[in-house]
């Protein structure tokens, strides 16, 4: 959850200790305005800011909404000089936010073209300190969050395997875990699929393999075992991976590397 301690951190790291820029006379208005079309996100983050500045947000144009280029996001009513300080956080944060939100409205079509019954995930591959945006982000766009944090799901990676062995650590933390916690193991092997589902995973996720054996590997699972497929998995392969089967394809790059979409900020 946002916290005036969040926008105060923002704030100061932007203000510093004397601003000299932004003492300007009278009230103004604002208006944040796309500069290029995509999917809107981030907008409750900049009304956080401008809200603490004493500034009023109007006219906001919801999270997930498509956005023309010349399209204003919201406006902001307010001090000059608030509504001056607040600005480039405002754009940064609505920004950074539409990026991840647009380019998971572009991975979620491109797996519409194949199916329906394929979620797109995000992952942790999140920015420190902003995981609660882009995770929202990744919703606006169509996407699913995943596991917001360690604590939303065990996930029995290779390191875990090398330590105790498979079965050995999905016993482990199927001990460890509560009854509501879902276990969900990674395997770099079609036929390690199965064996992870035998010995109790919920979920398998088939990391950096090709479409070809994920879909070996899907075609071994059980009834009722959930599919990832997972590692290195870019917009422009989501078609070929909606094709296997699996429940979910999660992509990292939604947050750690989607483009900021272009805002400008006009005031007057």
Do not use: Q
């Amino acid at each position: 959850m946002l916290t005036d301690r969040d926008v105060e951190r923002w704030l100061r790291e932007d203000v510093g200790h004397r601003d000299v820029t932004n003492h300007v006379p009278g009230e103004t208005v604002g208006r944040l305005v796309a500069r290029e079309s995509g999917v809107v996100a981030g907008t409750d983050a900049a009304r956080a800011v401008f809200d603490y500045l004493g500034c009023e947000v109007r006219s906001a144009v919801g999270d997930g909404s498509s956005i023309e280029a010349g399209d204003a996001a919201f406006e902001v009513h307010g001090p000059a000089t608030a509504v001056l300080r607040g600005e480039r956080v405002a754009v940064n944060i609505v920004g950074h936010a539409s990026g991840v939100a647009t380019k998971t409205a572009e991975a979620v079509a491109a797996a519409r073209t194949v199916t329906d019954d394929v979620a797109i995930a995000g992952t942790r591959k999140t920015t420190p300190g902003l995981r609660g945006i882009e995770k929202r982000a990744v919703a606006a766009g169509g996407g699913d969050t995943h596991r917001l944090t360690l604590s939303g799901m065990v996930m029995v990676k290779d390191n875990h395997i090398e330590e105790m062995g498979m079965d050995g650590a999905i016993a482990h933390f199927r001990e460890l875990a509560s009854f509501a916690a879902k276990i969900e193991v990674e395997v770099e092997r079609p036929a390690d699929g199965r064996r992870a589902a035998d010995a109790g995973a919920d979920i398998v996720m088939f990391d950096n393999l090709s479409p070809e054996d994920v879909e070996r590997g899907v075609e071994l699972l059980p009834d009722g075992v959930l599919a990832e497929a997972s590692g290195g998995i870019g917009v422009e392969d989501v078609p070929a991976y909606a094709g296997t089967g699996v429940d979910v394809i999660s992509i990292g790059a939604l947050t750690h590397s989607a483009p900021s979409l272009d805002f400008s900020f006009r005031t007057g």
